[in-house]
């Protein structure tokens, strides 16, 4: 097995570097796989390269799609209709106008967190919110770098993973593993989401006012958006007014929770079997769904008037979806090929064999997978593809509730997975017009090493029977 881990650990390299280097996951995430099952296969003395790549690879990729291109379709349509609607920009005006320019990072972070808990993605999101973050960033004097750690906070981290009740991806992804729905483990969930949110908030004040205090201010920068530019695009947008922007967002929680908890629980569903599935591991899913789908028609009917082109809007949206899930099934696909290996042994036992503790072991494994790929959502989906029954076997024999192993799973998959190479880094910082070296090191901050301080507290607390 000696080749094969050592195609492992090249496959692994190469996939992070190619990833930061601008390199599509859809180019070379199946290279990489076939790489690693030729060095496997010069342990076996059988070498299967298009076998691999159609029969593992693309089932594996073919698997996923079939379970969350639903989400991830009626996500991105979502956020289009919020964002061509206006409705995004609405909400984060309002907001940043009630907090004025005196709490601009706070502003920023709380208006990002509505928009993504609410559905839209955290790329419409970063569009979104920029040209507000800019505004009032120059206004108070505050030093651009900071704006894209602000967005990184509100949208990378807690209301991607530990909210309870969240439809981004990362969320969604545990249901069909444990049996559980969206607002798993609700206890941990929120105290998880006021640290890293509160944690996240202070670290870039302290920043920016030392950095301020120190004589620096927001900068001189081209290609951006002027004060007088931002104000006249509120005014001609003829932007909805905050509460028929914030109804959608709102609808999306509330439909989700009542059809969880209390609608398809109800019906019997007993002919699930037939289709080869079971109740728990499609209700979460079909609450989003339903939850995604009602709060679509309902943006379009209260902003039907400022809609230009709703089949335009509808298009763009579709299209939008398509690279996003391709580019984590992708992952995933390498991720199996990878977990097929029989040198995937060695990998399995180590990440096993961490600890006693399924917590900790899942945690490790989550984030490392996703800082290796560069992605929560893929980090997640190749963990628990390849642990996730053992997982749940072993939380259940130490008496732990697997809502706490979905909320464990989602909120360690949003630490390491903003390495510099990650997807969602690379465009906020090009959406601001930051370097990483301008601004990565709070992105980190507040991403990466407070969200995985927060996963050690949250598992201690679980111990105790948090949930």
């Not at 299209?319 to 899930?325: D, N, P, T, V």
């Amino acid at each position: 097995m000696v080749f094969g881990t050592i195609g492992i650990i090249i496959s692994l390299i190469l996939l992070m570097y190619l990833a930061y280097r601008g390199f599509s996951v859809l180019i070379i995430a199946p290279i990489l796989a076939c790489f690693a099952a030729i060095m496997s296969g010069i342990d076996s003395g059988s070498i299967h390269i298009l076998a691999t790549y159609t029969e593992t690879f693309m089932s594996s990729l073919a698997g996923y799609v079939r379970s969350y291109f639903p989400i991830f379709l009626l996500g991105a349509i979502f956020g289009k209709v919020m964002d061509d609607t206006g409705s995004a920009k609405s909400i984060s005006y309002f907001i940043c106008e009630k907090f004025g320019k005196e709490r601009a990072i706070v502003a920023i972070v709380l208006a990002c967190a509505i928009l993504t808990y609410g559905g839209v993605s955290l790329f419409v999101v970063s569009f979104a919110i920029y040209p507000v973050a800019a505004a009032l960033f120059r206004e108070a004097g505050i030093p651009k770098r900071f704006i894209p750690g602000s967005i990184a906070c509100g949208a990378f981290t807690f209301t991607m993973t530990a909210l309870p009740g969240t439809p981004q991806i990362q969320n969604a992804i545990p249901m069909q593993y444990f049996g559980t729905d969206a607002y798993a483990a609700p206890v941990l969930g929120i105290i998880g989401s006021i640290i890293m949110g509160t944690s996240g908030v202070i670290w870039l004040q302290r920043r920016a006012k030392r950095a301020m205090a120190k004589g620096e201010g927001y900068g001189i920068h081209n290609n951006e958006p002027k004060e007088e530019d931002y104000e006249a695009e509120e005014k001609s947008k003829k932007l909805p007014n905050f509460g028929v922007a914030i109804l959608p967002i709102l609808l999306v929680l509330i439909v989700g929770f009542v059809t969880s908890k209390f609608i398809f629980p109800k019906l019997d569903l007993a002919y699930l079997e037939s289709y080869g599935t079971t109740a728990s591991k499609v209700v979460g899913n079909w609450s989003l769904i339903v939850a995604l789908v009602v709060s679509i028609v309902a943006a379009i009917i209260v902003n039907l008037r400022r809609m230009k082109n709703i089949v335009k809007t509808l298009t763009d949206g579709v299209s939008g979806s398509f690279l996003a899930i391709m580019n984590t099934a992708s992952e995933v696909g390498y991720g199996n090929v990878i977990a097929s290996m029989a040198a995937f042994a060695v990998v399995k036992g180590a990440l096993l064999g961490l600890s006693s503790n399924p917590l900790v072991s899942e945690a490790v494994s989550v984030s490392a997978l996703a800082g290796i790929t560069g992605s929560a959502s893929g980090g997640l989906s190749i963990a628990l593809e390849a642990l996730a029954d053992t997982y749940l076997k072993d939380a259940l024999a130490a008496n732990i509730d697997p809502q706490v192993l979905h909320r464990i799973a989602s909120m360690a998959c949003g630490g390491l997975d903003t390495m510099p190479h990650n997807g969602a880094v690379i465009t906020v910082l090009a959406v601001t017009g930051m370097t990483h070296r301008e601004s990565y090191g709070d992105i980190a901050m507040c991403t990466a090493i407070i969200p995985v301080i927060t996963v050690a507290i949250c598992i201690v607390l679980a111990t105790f029977g948090v949930c």
